[in-house]
Every structure is written in C-alpha cells, then in structure tokens.
C-alpha cells in the first residue's frame, strides 16, 4: 500500500516573487508584524493589523516560504496529523478541530493515514520528519502490538528538531503528551442504560483484538450490561469500516440473534453498517448502538443510540497540546455522555 499524503506545498520563488519587506510596506505595518501575521508566530496580532496584512499579501501574491523558515527556525509552520482513515467521519470531524486550531496560529496542516498498520505509521512519520513540523498528532487507534521503540526513535528525532508529538489516547509505552478520552467509561454507562431499558441479551460486534480504542470499549460495555443484569453473548471481531459491520452482521445472523436483543457497534460506522444488513433481513426487533455521534448516526432510520464523543473540541485540544508551552498533561480522561435514540426502544 503506497504512502499517502495529503499537504499543499509551497512554489519556487521567481525573482521577481514579492518579499515579506513588500507586504509590510504596502500593509504600512513592520516587518516583524508582517512575519508574525503570516509566519505562522504563536504572538498575537491585533485584528486591524492582521487583515491589513493578509489583505497586502493577497494582492501582491506573497507567500510564506515554508523550507526558509524550517531553516531558521528548526520547525516550519506545519502540524502532521496521522489518521487511520480520512474516509471514515470520526477522523474527519477530529482533523476539522485540529484544522481550526492551525488557522488561529497561521500554521498548515498535513494529513497522513496509518491504516491502523504500525510498520507504516513509522514509517509515516520518518517521511513526515523531512518537512520538521511544529507538531505531530497521533490519532490513530494505538494497537497493543505497536512498533513502539521504533516509532519512539522516530519521536525523539521529531523533538530534537524542535517538534513536539502528541497522541490521542493512551501512548501505548510512547514517551508522549497524550489527550485521553474516557472510551471505558462512555461504554459503560451505555451498557448500563441498555440493560435499564430492558435488554437482557447482547452482541458486540468490534474490531481486532489488540486495538485499544476497541478494546476499552468493548470491556466497558461489558461491564457496564452485566452490571445492570445482561449478558454478553457473542463478540464479533473485523474493522471499523461499515462494511466489517456488515460481514459481522451477517454472520451473528447465521449464528441466531434472538428478537430483543441489543448489538453494539464498537463505531457509529460499524453501527450502521450493522442497522443495513438488519433492516435488508427485516430484524427490525433487533435493538443497534453505537459509539462516536457522527452526523450520519442522527440521519439513519431508525436514528441510532450512541456515545457523544465530542470529536472536533478534542482535535482542537490536541492541536493545543502539541503547541502550548504551558500544556499540562492531566490524568482525567475526557467524559462522553449517552445519547438514547430510536434505535435502542425500551423493552
């Protein structure tokens, strides 16, 4: 599987390419306001300033040249961000805030996808080290097999380049700042509200053994239904695409799926591919929820019972961590809340 990446990369100058000097004059600002306007400065420039700035630059057709200010700085104006999959709306929803972030501090953001595969994650980020980001962020789903001290080589060589990393979720042994999410607790508490709506039996349909983010969820949902008087019955395991959803669907179908029966989906995604192959076999008794409250979860019929995760506040966070000098690391993980829909009706 080839590498992807997805960037916008600066043009050659010409000679006769405006200057930042060019900009400053004709914005009537100093030069050194000029370069924190558009040099990516984490200094903030009063509003006047800026849009006389950035309406100068866009007249003149100036640009900031990215490789010169890697070269005098140690870092250029770029935050990597690594994703599993951009197709799937959870990474797409997080690199939206980690986007909105990087607009208020004048930097440019580019996207890499893993494949949930450890080898290219490092892979990825030995390629990504040669544009010496600001920031790496590191969003995909940590894998209990991760390619830890090779990637930590990678890391290390990240900060001794004057970047920094971060790691949504725990850092699987990394020695990074982490943004941590309560994927434990969010599933839980929804086991406990299916079992007090009435459910009694229920189906996890997950990913590979090993991935963290499927895991916790998939050991607090557990937790949480036994705790409130069910039983998991079965476990499924493949991917979090809607079609892995499907293909589990399928075959927890083969296997007997009692009517009120309650399937997690270990992903909204996963969710909904589920809800298609029920509704294809007319299982419409079969209770379906899922986990992250993508857009498309509150637009299939029936509107599917989910965990909140508010994805885009916590891309911006990570954006935040990988920039602030100030960030501390704190223990709590980020609280998710459940949201009941027509998809789980009381029993």
């Known amino acids: 599987m080839k590498q992807t990446i997805i960037t916008m990369a600066a ?16 914005a009537d600002v100093s030069l050194a306001t ?71 501090a004048g930097l440019v953001v580019t996207i890499a996808m893993t494949a949930r595969d450890a080898a290219r994650e490092v892979r990825l980020v030995r390629a990504l080290r040669g544009q010496r980001p600001r920031g790496v962020i590191l969003a995909a789903s940590r894998s209990n097999e991760t390619s830890t001290a090779a990637l930590q080589h990678e890391i290390d060589a990240v900060t001794a380049a004057g970047g920094r990393v971060v790691a949504l979720g725990p850092g699987a042994g990394l020695t990074v700042r982490s943004v941590l999410v ?24 997950a990913a590979s053994e090993g991935v963290r983010t499927s895991d916790d969820r998939v050991a607090g949902f557990t937790e949480g239904f036994l705790a409130g008087g069910g039983a998991v019955d079965r476990v499924y395991r493949d991917g979090f695409t809607r079609e892995g959803g499907q293909r589990l669907m399928r075959d927890a179908l083969a296997d007997g799926v009692e009517p009120g029966t309650v399937v ?7 969710a909904i591919g589920a809800l298609s192959v029920l509704r294809d076999a ?13 857009p498309a979860s509150r ?5 599917l019972t989910t965990v909140r995760v508010p994805l885009e506040e916590i891309g911006y966070q990570t954006l935040r961590a990988a920039l602030d000098e100030t960030w501390q690391q704190n223990d709590g993980a980020i609280r998710l809340d459940v949201l ?6 009381e029993r």
């Open 11 to 26: 043009g050659r100058r010409s000679a006769s390419s405006p200057t930042l000097h060019d900009v400053a004059m004709a």
């Open 34 to 104: 000029a370069s924190r306007v558009l040099n990516g400065s984490a200094r903030k420039v009063a509003d006047s300033y800026r849009q006389r700035v950035e309406a100068a630059a866009q007249q003149l057709g100036y640009s900031a040249n990215l490789s010169a200010q890697a070269t005098a700085k140690g870092t250029s104006a770029i935050i990597a961000l690594l994703v599993a999959d951009i197709a799937d709306p959870y990474f797409g929803q997080l690199a939206s805030g980690v986007g909105r972030g990087a607009d208020e």
């Open 182 to 205: 309560d994927n434990h607790g969010g599933a839980r508490e929804l086991g406990l509200v299916m079992a007090s709506r009435g459910y009694r039996s229920a189906i996890i349909l």
């Open 264 to 270: 997690f989906g270990i992903s909204d995604v996963v």
């Open 282 to 294: 007319g299982r419409a008794a079969v209770a379906v929820a899922g986990f992250d409250d993508v």
């Open 299 to 303: 637009d299939v019929s029936p509107a």
């Open 340 to 345: 009941v829909r027509e998809s789980t009706p």
